[in-house]
């Protein structure tokens, strides 16, 4: 048998592909760690514009809320919660207030899994993430959350991270919403009002990749272009894009996108693409 | 390329990717190490380390050739880490030559010989020999020019010539 014929018969074990995909675990976490140090002091510089910018009418956003457990914060938008791991998400809706508990170790979590909650025009959606949930019924969830009559959609980002949570609420044009962190027990409540008027659509610019089934693709794709702020959208079939801007004229979008293809790692699948702000992007 | 083989240019997932050339990636790095536990720790660090790249990666339509050139270099640094390594010494003359002009594989157990090498080394036998690679692939691999690879690689053959009994390997 010549060396050669010793290589092709080296036996590969079975246990092979589990090892390499634990690798890739550990590689997401590793990436997950460098990026909360990365952003910390930055988060730590805006964390008071975000206290005072994210409460519009505190007073009155509190009057309707029924005591469910102690107010931590009220916000629009912003970061909240403490690390946990393994918390179990249920949801509870009644009219236009949709309500997150938390659960761990069979009880009630005292307070919220470290949460993030963006908000976003063109379309208007609030993005939700939450860290060390483990046991979220993402189903219950999102059937709960669209029975709400303010909401136009309710979808799920995948995250390279098994104990991340992403998910988009689209919300009808018009539509406020204040959310409400609790503690004892961790609770998070988003209340939403028809009160806001609906501003006229506009065209919206942004740099965006191809559309594409919901999976590692589209996961790997937030990883590239993570400092470019990229979020993502459900197109008008159904699959998802990853988007980047919007922004208010094309010649905007075309030089964010000249930025980033000047890169040199840039793979070249992006282009300027636009929608009306109360619409999607198209395939 | 030869067995490492363009990949398609539509961004493919590292998983996907990964997939494809793992049993390769193995093979190779079970080479350095005789050892199954010792490669499986090899490969995993190396996607570990290909994982996080990933996103820098400049061509991905050679994900294979990049991953190879990884695990060689996590092999080599495990087993200098590890000191498991029988040294030589190293032989001063350099060889030139046509590449195919060296029938080493049917006067020597290559596999066997590999022992007999240094961790730099060994990757010249493994694309060459047991992966049928051109020298041109494997300088794409081992990110040197062309014939310093050449001159390498013959050296290398002579190492292992000077290792062997007298008339072993007549015709080198």
Redesign the interface.
């Known amino acids: 048998m010549?060396?050669?014929d010793?290589?092709?018969q080296?036996?590969?074990?079975a246990?092979?592909?589990d090892?390499?995909?634990?690798?890739?675990r550990?590689?997401?976490a590793?990436?997950r760690t460098v990026r909360l140090k990365r952003y910390s002091s930055l988060a730590a510089a805006i964390i008071a514009c975000l206290l005072v910018v994210n409460i519009p009418d505190v007073a009155n956003a509190l009057s309707k809320v029924p005591v469910v457990g102690s107010i931590v914060k009220v916000l629009q938008f912003g970061t909240g919660g403490e690390r946990t791991d393994g918390a179990a998400v249920s949801t509870v809706t009644a009219e236009d207030t949709i309500r997150i508990v938390f659960d761990q170790e069979g009880g009630t979590a005292v307070s919220v899994p470290s949460y993030a909650v963006d908000q976003r025009q063109a379309p208007n959606r609030l993005i939700f993430t939450f860290n060390g949930v483990r046991s979220f019924d993402y189903d219950a969830l999102e059937q709960d959350i669209l029975a709400s009559p303010l909401v136009s959609d309710v979808y799920r980002n995948i995250i390279l991270d098994d104990s991340a949570m992403r998910f988009v609420v689209e919300l009808k044009e018009g539509t406020r919403h204040t959310l409400t962190e609790y503690s004892n027990p961790g609770t998070l409540e988003l209340k939403l009002t028809a009160e806001g008027k609906a501003s006229a659509p506009k065209e919206v610019y942004y740099v965006r990749s191809e559309g594409m089934p919901q999976?590692?693709?589209l996961?790997?794709l937030e990883?590239?272009y993570l400092d470019d702020d990229v979020t993502f959208l459900k197109t008008a079939s159904g699959d998802f894009a990853a988007v980047i801007g919007g922004f208010a004229t094309r010649e905007e979008a075309e030089q964010k996108l000249a930025a980033i293809s000047a890169r040199?790692?840039y793979?070249g699948?992006l282009r300027v693409d636009s929608w009306m702000s109360n619409g999607h992007p198209d395939d | 390329m030869n067995e490492l083989k363009a990949q398609s240019p539509v961004p493919q997932p590292f998983a996907e990717l990964l997939q494809d050339c793992r049993n390769n990636l193995f093979r190779k790095a079970y080479c350095y190490v005789k050892n199954e536990h010792e490669a499986l720790e090899i490969v995993s660090e190396a996607t570990y380390k290909g994982y996080l790249a990933f996103g820098r990666m400049k061509t991905p339509q050679y994900f294979e050739t990049w991953m190879t050139r990884i695990v060689i270099n996590t092999a080599i640094d495990h087993l200098n880490r590890n000191k498991r390594v029988t040294y030589m010494e190293d032989h001063p003359q350099s060889y030139t030559g046509d590449e195919h002009a060296v029938p080493l594989e049917e006067k020597l157990d290559l596999y066997q010989a590999l022992d007999r090498l240094l961790p730099e080394e060994k990757a010249y036998i493994i694309l060459k020999f047991f992966e049928d690679l051109r020298f041109r692939d494997m300088a794409d691999i081992l990110e040197l020019p062309e014939n310093t690879v050449k001159t390498r690689f013959y050296k290398i053959i002579g190492k292992l010539k000077a290792h062997l009994k007298d008339g072993e390997v007549e015709g080198i």
Not at chain 1, 10 to 13: D, F, K, L, N, S
Not at chain 1, 19 to 24: D, K, M, N, V
């Open positions: 010549t060396g050669k010793r290589y092709a080296i036996e590969i074990p246990q092979l592909g090892i390499l995909e634990a690798a890739q550990k590689a997401v590793r990436r999976g590692e693709s996961a790997i990883e590239i040199e790692d793979a699948n």
